[in-house]
């Protein structure tokens, strides 16, 4: 499998951005958890948010809760990340993930723990 991310960009705080993520499989993603981390210079990677494939159940960091929403296109293998009211402080390069972790029940909030990288994309909203 491999990532492909889209959709970075500059925004005003208080704007909207949208990220997609395909996955070239030829397969089901089935027993995948895929999610997206992000990176600001200067920083460690953080964990944005996740989902399992299968069941589709998601886990955001506190950071984002309320303002980012995680979807999925079983048919397209598409990650998506829906970012509202961005603010300064989500400026980071952002970058998709996926490990094949079948039977999962949560979502690993480490880095470490995904095999599968794409190769980033930056957001960058002005104050």
């Known amino acids: 499998v491999q990532l492909q991310a889209s959709g970075g960009g500059l925004v005003q705080a208080g704007g909207s951005l949208r990220l997609s993520c395909t996955a070239s499989?030829?397969?089901?993603?089935?027993?995948?958890?895929m999610g997206w981390f992000r990176q600001a210079p200067g920083k460690e990677r953080e964990f944005v948010g996740g989902?399992?494939?299968?069941?589709?159940?998601?886990s955001y960091s506190d950071s984002v809760k309320g303002r980012f929403t995680i979807s999925r296109d079983k048919i397209k293998n598409t990650l998506n990340l829906q970012m509202n009211d961005l603010k300064p402080e989500d400026t980071a390069v952002y970058y998709c993930?996926?490990?094949?972790?079948?039977?999962?029940?949560?979502?690993?909030?480490?880095?470490?723990?995904?095999?599968?990288w794409g190769q980033g994309t930056l957001v960058t909203v002005s104050s």
């Open positions: 989902v399992l494939w299968s069941g589709g159940q998601t």
């Open positions: 993930t996926a490990d094949y972790i079948p039977g999962a029940k949560t979502i690993s909030t480490l880095a470490r723990s995904y095999d599968i």
């Open positions: 499989a030829r397969r089901t993603l089935s027993g995948y958890t």
